[in-house]
DNA sequence: GGGGCGACGTGTTACGTATAACGTCGCTCG
DNA sequence: CGAGCGACGTTATACGTAACACGTCGCCCC
């Protein structure tokens, strides 16, 4: 089998007059032909011809032209809070793995100073976008992307994990970052179910036999995090006997560790259980155990979320929520289209599942 | 303070002609100054004048417009083995600051196959490129990149991790992937010093007493690897009664893990410390060595390569080498530029530097 | 006094593409 | 038989920018 490629010797690089020459037609034919938009204007033929030439050539359009022709950058710009992250790292996977499909590239703006505060995002963005994805982003940080659109237009925006989803069963919810009702239709939601998620590990843990749980929740105030607290209250107010208890924690592993020492430190029976946000909570939660001369999951069972690779790193294993993070971006994206195309409807939030390993264990007796 | 932007109500979007009318001079003109190139074209005062008329419009170029008339994207390529590591994170961190301090773009290709396999990263990419950079890259993959520049046009390409250094103490090398003496002056390299990390972790087991060490080197054909296996043989056989072991083991925790049990367990006495290609793998060699009953750091010591967050996740906290990954990327795309600009000269390897932590200790008596 | 020159700008063009508007056939049908 | 129409293409234009080549002054100097 050859190469696709002949290897075109000359000139700096092709172009649809180029292509046009070689076929015998005119550049307008080769456009028309190439954007597929050739039905009843062009005999099979002569589309065969240039298309042939097309590829004889290597011809590959330019960009920069078309964009400047169209308006459109075909381009969508992702704000994460952190790409060193493995979590967001599989969203953008498979948040580009849609974009390309469809012929869209997807630029990446990590958000510099971590969760929570987010420059302008509009700054470091070269030329013009044609929508935003922004995934887990604290509530003040959606605000500013949100107002910081250039030219005060309404670009049209995604928000992964960042609001609530638009469940009848929670009516009387409102959140502080609802959107204006002006950009209602230039926004959408795609959302893990991480309430549901929060249930799945309530319900592992009582099912074990724990009643004394500790909520490590991070200290960061947006969608992702509150849920889960709001939930983590919700599921433990329906178990008889339940002591619920929530320490705040911050996003890493010594947040994690200091935490977990406050929460197996205070006054009052010891948890026998530790619910964190985040599997890095979960990993420092686990050595502030250890640090304490307890056992996970002897004496105290833990959990995280994410179902990073971190998880199965540790010893034990974590037993934590797994997100479908690369979901997560190909559904945005395939969203974000859709609200380009106009024909954007809501969806149920993605399902998750619990990775049930090693760090958790029934309940000490007594 | 006042905002920077006025609030500009109509219009899509400001146009250079309509900073002109407003500032009451010709397109040209608007172009010559915001270009910077107005040195003793334009009068100061006219200069002033077209630059407030910019920013008090909110006036953004049209890069696509200035892209199509240039010929130029200014955007770069960067190409990593996988997203979702925090040290490629890091890399590509480092790499667009630098990038959108120069006004250039970075376009992130992961390679989709994790370290090895790359496809053409040409055919995700929108639009024609200024340059490449290639992240630890396996050999093959190389090859393939740069096989795979568009219309045969050598590309500027700049290898991170990939090749050996020019240095003078290292004549006899040869590799088989190295750059063909046509494409010498549109390639660079930047280096990390993982020889001196390699040397350094020897010499520390060394000097606690550990003489029976194995390398669990990845099981992967880029130079990233072998140095650190060469350096490993070259800085064993200079200490006296040592007794150096090798394992391939798969670039993940459980690639680790089996590893390290095959390096425990094999015929012969049992190594005292195991030398990880990195932090995942050492992970790994961790469990590997509880499930056989033995201690880290008590029984063996074990040591990671790239100090991600992984490395104090663990318990106990790990012994590994620090590498600036965030260096090498601002250092990578400062040589892209300098190839540019056609004013590259070689610099020496990042140096690096050992973290020990608490899982080495000094050999075991007998 | 006029030729020239420096300072200060402007008219014009091209980059490569997509598409609206416009031919030009050959055939059919009233 | 000519009007009309469908099939098949082409000509022309605009997108917004950068830069070349060319004015148009005022002034100096021979």
Redesign the pocket.
């Known amino acids: 089998m050859p190469s696709t490629h002949r290897d075109v010797a000359p000139g700096?690089?092709?172009?649809?007059?180029?292509?046009?020459r070689a076929a015998?037609?005119?550049?307008?034919?080769?456009?028309?032909v190439?954007?597929g938009?050739w039905q009843?204007?062009?005999?099979?033929?002569?589309?065969a011809a240039v298309r042939e030439a097309a590829t004889d050539l290597g011809?590959?359009?330019?960009?920069?032209?078309?964009d400047?022709?169209?308006?459109s950058t075909r381009t969508a710009l992702l704000v994460v809070p952190a790409l060193t992250s493995e979590f967001f790292g599989n969203v953008y996977a498979g948040a580009v793995a849609v974009a390309a499909e469809h012929g869209f590239g997807l630029v990446l703006y990590p958000s510099p100073q971590g969760v929570g505060t987010a420059r302008n995002p509009f700054e470091s963005t070269r030329g013009a976008l044609d929508g935003v994805i922004a995934s887990s982003m604290a509530a003040d940080a959606l605000r500013e992307i949100r107002g910081s659109f250039p030219g005060g237009q309404a670009l049209p925006l995604v928000m992964l994990d960042s609001a609530p989803p638009t469940a009848p069963g929670d009516p009387g919810h409102r959140e502080p970052d609802a959107p204006a009702p002006a950009a209602r239709d230039t926004t959408a939601t795609v959302n893990h179910d991480l309430a549901d998620g929060m249930r799945q590990v309530v319900g592992h843990l009582t099912g074990l036999g724990h009643r004394r749980i500790t909520h490590l929740g991070a200290a960061i105030d947006s969608w992702t995090f509150r849920v889960r607290s709001r939930t983590f209250r919700e599921s433990m107010a329906t178990v008889p006997d339940a002591v619920p208890g929530s320490e705040p924690a911050d996003l890493s592993v010594g947040g994690g560790q200091t935490a977990a020492r406050r929460a197996l430190t205070g006054p009052g029976p010891r948890p026998t259980a530790l619910v964190c946000d985040d599997d890095t909570i979960a990993a420092g939660a686990c050595k502030a155990v250890r640090r304490l001369g307890l056992s996970v999951p002897g004496d105290v069972s833990v959990t995280g979320f994410d179902d990073l690779s971190l998880a199965t790193a540790l010893d034990p294993e974590l037993t934590t929520v797994r997100l479908p993070a690369q979901q997560l971006g190909a559904h945005g994206m395939r969203a974000l289209l859709d609200l380009l195309a106009g024909s954007f409807t809501e969806r149920p939030p993605l399902p998750v599942t619990l990775a049930v390993r090693d760090s958790t264990a029934p309940a000490p007796r007594r």
Request: aromatic share 2%; no cysteine; charged share 20%.
């Open positions: 700096p690089r092709p172009t649809s007059r180029d292509v046009a015998g037609v005119s550049q307008a034919t080769v456009s028309l190439l954007g938009k009843g204007r062009v005999s099979p033929r002569t589309a011809y590959r359009p330019n960009l920069a032209a078309r400047l022709r169209l308006g």
